[in-house]
């Protein structure tokens, strides 16, 4: 095994040449062992094992810096930098991240998770090292997917600035999580598919390098705009941006790969080598169904099946089905994704309604300014979004719908902890972030069915910006018996009428509030428990209310507590001189890390356990 050789970083260096593609097939096996057991992103990593070898191999870590988009392609890095054993607990509490941190590893330059700041973040580091005068390469590896998203551009404009050397690999295997779109990916294909041209110009470039100062041919043509440089560079949006072209070359074939770094690496300016990859390679479930082994959970790797399945829906499919449903009756609903047609569940609608369907790339803040525009236009648009990508966009939202009051409507998805994503993708900032933005309305469902009625009212009942927050994964049936009040715009729902504390809960948290109540029935307290549903505007009469027979109102939200509900409550609580003590059930003012949804909530005390201590030990304390 050439692979039981990898136990450092750097190892690789000490191959022979002739071991590389055995080692390639080796990182391809274990980590499809690997993620079969504990999930993760398998097809964009099978894509890479010989990309990242030959970057290793041609560049010096961690003095040259690599910093990967989105990073959920860098486990062939995590094993050439030491990490192998820790893949056991790969997204586990506790254990290794599915993305580079700088914490975690000084061969993780920067860490990411959210899309296409690679390059920013790559020229910040060329500028430093110009400025400090210092000398090692900057590498940003960008997917063509992430090449969607408007920072890279962003970046890309002002990569000419950067006088020494600034390397981008463009990983160009046409998918995003599903099929890539737009323009730029249009371009890139036919890049790819000029079979002359690739012909032409790998042996052409390779046959200059080979004579002495070749390098230096091969900047001179480049810089001369003939019609060589047609043939040879044609990826002239880059060569016109200021930044030199090599490639496209075949991003499995590793001595080309070698060659083709090489060559990048003597460039003395911004450069974009553009790799051609297969998502999956190596693997036939994946190669056939990217889409399906982006991100996944554990599965048998002789099927490709998972090892667990649910009959239970999740919020996603309800959302889907229950967007769909509306549709029907109301062609002025269109639905919008930035490149999430799958895990927001509007692949259905884009079968049914294509051309009502929108899917931007990896691209938020254009999403939300383009339904805007859709809503300005006429038509009622629902940007299907997770909570955490959402960030990005809190500008356009303010800008751009909430000033004009337009009737967009916000289906937040993967709002609350999302798990092993960790720290940049769970959805805890959005009730902060949305509750300060004047004209919002945000509304959060109990379970499935509430979901369903609150999107049917942002559409039919509603006319202004409306956000609908729901967490990942399946739909509770702790209410199937309970009989749901019709939605009133900025009003609650009474669950369970008790004295003395008052549980008001948002979302996720009212089946907690309602397994805390149990847990304080045994102690001799018979609890009221409050769905909250709207969050903005809270139900403000509801409050006042409970303050009346209720000692202690407890807010619970499975957001930051800075500028959530609870502190929405306290505020009114104390602006109305209420009688009547406020405890905020929320999460910290901090980062959560990456593992079981369930664990991370004991840690967070957020579960039913340790809310029911806290509010215990707060009573007795009044
Ligand atoms: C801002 C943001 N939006 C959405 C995502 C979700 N997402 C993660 S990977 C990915 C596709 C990336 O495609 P590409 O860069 O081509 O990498 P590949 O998976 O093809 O290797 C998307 C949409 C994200 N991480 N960040
Ligand atoms: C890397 C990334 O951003 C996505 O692949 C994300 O991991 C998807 O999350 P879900 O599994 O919740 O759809
Ligand atoms: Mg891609």
């Not at 044609?234 to 083709?260: A, C, R, T, W």
């Not at 008790?498 to 109540?517: D, Q, Y």
């Amino acid at each position: 095994m050439i692979l039981e050789k990898i136990n450092k970083p750097n190892d690789i260096k000490k191959l022979d040449p002739i071991e590389y593609n055995q080692l390639a097939y080796e990182i391809r096996q274990f980590l499809i062992e690997n993620i079969s057991k504990t999930g993760g992103h398998l097809a964009s990593n099978l894509g890479v094992v010989e990309l990242t070898m030959a970057l290793h191999i041609v560049f010096n870590l961690p003095q040259d810096k690599l910093i990967w988009d989105v990073g959920h392609q860098s486990y062939t890095h995590k094993i050439l930098t030491g990490r192998k054993d820790l893949f056991g607990g790969l997204r586990k509490f506790g254990g290794m991240s599915g993305f580079p941190k700088r914490n975690e590893s000084d061969y993780d330059a920067f860490d990411t998770g959210h899309s296409s700041t690679s390059i920013s973040a790559g020229l910040g580091y060329a500028c430093a090292r110009d400025v400090r005068k210092q000398h090692y390469d900057v590498i940003s590896v960008i997917g063509d997917g992430a090449l969607t998203g408007g920072m890279a551009y962003e970046a890309l404009n002002n990569a000419s600035r950067v006088k020494g050397s600034f390397i981008i690999v463009l990983n160009d295997n046409t998918m995003s999580i599903s099929k890539n779109v737009g323009g730029v990916s249009e371009m890139l294909s036919n890049i790819r598919s000029s079979d002359s041209y690739y012909d032409l110009k790998d042996s052409v470039a390779n046959t200059l390098y080979k004579l002495p100062n070749g390098d230096k041919l091969v900047e001179s043509i480049k810089k001369k705009k003939s019609n060589l440089k047609q043939i040879i560079f044609p990826g002239q949006m880059f060569e016109s941006m200021g930044i030199s072209y090599l490639g496209p070359v075949n991003g499995h074939d590793i001595d080309k790969l070698i060659k083709i770094f090489r060559i990048a690496k003597r460039i003395d300016k911004p450069v974009l080598v553009h790799v051609v990859t297969q998502k999956g390679h190596g693997y036939r479930p994946a190669e056939r169904n990217p889409s399906k082994f982006h991100g996944i959970a554990p599965f048998d790797i002789k099927t490709g099946e998972l090892l667990k399945k649910s009959d239970k829906p999740t919020y996603s499919d309800v959302f889907s089905d229950e967007i769909c449903e509306l549709a029907k009756n109301d062609d002025k609903i269109a639905a919008i994704t930035a490149a999430m047609p799958d895990g927001t569940g509007l692949a259905k609608f884009a079968r049914w309604f294509p051309e009502r369907f929108y899917d931007v790339g990896i691209a938020e803040e254009h999403a939300v300014t383009f339904s805007a525009g859709l809503a300005a236009g006429g038509l009622k648009p629902v940007f299907a979004v997770y909570s955490s990508f959402l960030q990005r966009a809190f500008d356009q939202i303010l800008h751009d719908v909430c000033i004009q009051q337009l009737h967009v409507v916000f289906a937040i998805d993967r709002a609350g902890l999302v798990g092993s994503d960790g720290e940049t993708h769970q959805g805890i900032f959005d009730l902060s972030f949305l509750n300060c933005i004047p004209n919002m309305t945000i509304f959060a469902p109990k379970d499935g069915e509430e979901l369903k009625l609150g999107l049917r009212f942002g559409l039919q009942d509603y006319n202004g910006p409306f956000a609908i927050r729901y967490p990942r994964g399946e739909v509770t049936d702790a209410f199937e018996d309970f009989e749901t009040m019709p939605v009133v715009y900025g009003k609650a729902e009474m669950i369970h009428k008790g004295s003395e504390i008052a549980l008001v809960a948002v979302g996720s948290m009212v089946e907690t509030a309602c397994e805390v109540r149990k847990i304080l029935k045994e102690k001799g307290l018979d609890v009221t428990v409050v769905n909250e549903r709207f969050i903005k505007p809270i139900d403000a009469g509801m409050i006042h209310k409970l303050s009346f027979d209720h000692k202690l109102i407890v807010t619970m939200e499975e957001n930051v507590g800075l500028g959530g509900f609870g502190d929405t409550v306290c505020q009114y609580a104390d602006d109305s001189q209420l009688d009547v003590k406020v405890l905020n059930i929320a999460l910290p003012d901090d980062y959560v890390e990456h593992g079981n949804v369930s664990i991370l909530k004991k840690e967070e005390g957020i579960d039913a356990a340790g809310v029911a201590d806290r509010v215990l030990s707060f009573y007795t304390n009044i």
